[in-house]
């Protein structure tokens, strides 16, 4: 299973990447733990530095581990989103 989910620039409201990913991955009977890659793009690499053991404690909580790569990009597919989580999981 591979999914993307993003994060909206007015994230005050919206739920976190790692929670929409966490809910797809439910929704297909898997978790966190069932991931064997994880790409993470961002309009604002520093900013997500900020706010990235968010997602290394979820991830380090489920004992997941997959391998990780963080892209700055320029924008992405919809211009309010600024963090995008792509995620391969197998069960």
Same mark, same amino acid.
């Given at each position: 299973? *591979?999914?993307?989910?993003?994060q909206? =620039? *007015?994230?005050? *409201?919206?739920? %976190?990447?790692?929670?929409? /990913?966490?809910?797809? /991955?439910?929704?297909?009977?898997?978790s /966190?733990?069932? /991931? &064997?890659?994880l790409?993470?793009? !961002? !309009?604002?690499?520093?900013?997500?530095?900020?706010?990235?053991? &968010? %997602?290394?404690? =979820? #991830?380090?909580?489920?004992?997941?581990?997959?391998?990780? +790569?963080? %892209?700055?990009?320029? =924008? %992405?597919?919809?211009?309010? #989103?600024?963090? @995008? #989580? @792509?995620? +391969?999981?197998?069960?």
């Amino acid at each position: 299973m *591979s999914c993307a989910l993003a994060q909206p =620039r *007015s994230a005050t *409201s919206a739920p %976190l990447p790692p929670d929409n /990913l966490e809910a797809v /991955l439910g929704e297909a009977g898997m978790s /966190l733990a069932d /991931l &064997v890659r994880l790409n993470v793009y !961002t !309009t604002d690499v520093d900013r997500l530095f900020e706010h990235y053991g &968010v %997602l290394a404690a =979820r #991830l380090g909580a489920a004992g997941a581990a997959p391998p990780t +790569t963080m %892209l700055g990009v320029t =924008r %992405l597919a919809i211009p309010d #989103l600024t963090v @995008e #989580l @792509e995620g +391969t999981a197998v069960a």
